[in-house]
Antibody, heavy 116, light 108 residues
Framework: QVQLQESGPGLVKPSETLSLTCTVSGASISSDYWSWIRQSAGRGLEWIGRIYPSGSASFNPSLKSRVTMSVDTSKNQFSLKMSSVTAADTAVYYC??????????WGQGTLVTVSS | ESVLTQSPGTLSLSAGETATLFCRAGQSVSSSNLAWYQQKPGQAPRLLIYAASTRATGIPDRFSGSGSGPDFTLTIGRLEPEDSAVYYCQYYGGSPPLTFGGGTKVEI
């Protein structure tokens, strides 16, 4: 059974960088694709981007300029960084295992609030 | 831009009835790339259907998907109280490459 767990600060100040990590168990981070998705009342479910086993990544064009992703195979983790955050980035952030564009397994989600 | 429009916004039905949910894509889409998810309060979405009509592992056969671009349907038969949730369609392809619909809330 694949399990994912998000971790990171729940509160980020405006203009700072949001950093989250997803720890995967039950599957190797070196296989499959791994995505970040967020959900807010205003934007609904929004795909942020994905990272491939090779470490390369692709992003939602609307967020591409502010987002980076990385993978740590030794810890079976992947990470998200989003810079220059504003209140509009307040959301529940999910990590997910992706295959052929669909999301088979999700983390429980973590609420990130952008506020001073 | 890939836009998925779901209707109705809310569906109120009784246990034992059948729910029919719709998802319309704003452009030509492949049914191979259309999925449905169920989300209950406080939980992450759960994959129900992929490739428009294939049930994900462990999903009861009360859930069925159909359709082809641009119109897709999720049908939930013999509704149970536990089916109360928000249901989302999702498309893979186009720009942005992954898009979710706005959701349909099903109340039992």
């Amino acid at each position: 059974q694949v399990q994912l767990q998000e971790s990171g600060p729940g509160l980020v100040k405006p203009s700072e960088t949001l950093s989250l990590t997803c720890t995967v168990s039950g599957a190797s981070i070196s296989s499959d694709y791994w995505s970040w998705i967020r959900q807010s009342a205003g934007r609904g479910l929004e795909w942020i981007g994905r990272i491939y086993p090779s470490g390369s990544a692709s992003f939602n064009p609307s967020l591409k300029s502010r987002v980076t992703m990385s993978v740590d195979t030794s810890k079976n983790q992947f990470s998200l960084k989003m810079s220059s955050v504003t209140a509009a980035d307040t959301a529940v952030y999910y990590c997910a295992r992706e295959g052929l564009g669909r999301f088979y397994d999700w983390g429980q989600g973590t609420l990130v609030t952008v506020s001073s | 831009e890939s836009v998925l429009t779901q209707s109705p916004g809310t569906l109120s039905l009784s246990a034992g009835e059948t729910a029919t949910l719709f998802c319309r894509a704003g452009q030509s889409v492949s049914s191979s790339n259309l999925a449905w998810y169920q989300q209950k309060p406080g939980q992450a979405p759960r994959l129900l259907i992929y490739a428009a009509s294939t049930r994900a592992t462990g999903i009861p056969d009360r859930f069925s998907g159909s359709g082809s671009g641009p119109d897709f349907t999720l049908t939930i038969g013999r509704l149970e109280p536990e089916d109360s949730a928000v249901y989302y369609c999702q498309y893979y392809g186009g720009s942005p490459p992954l898009t979710f619909g706005g959701g349909t809330k099903v109340e039992i």
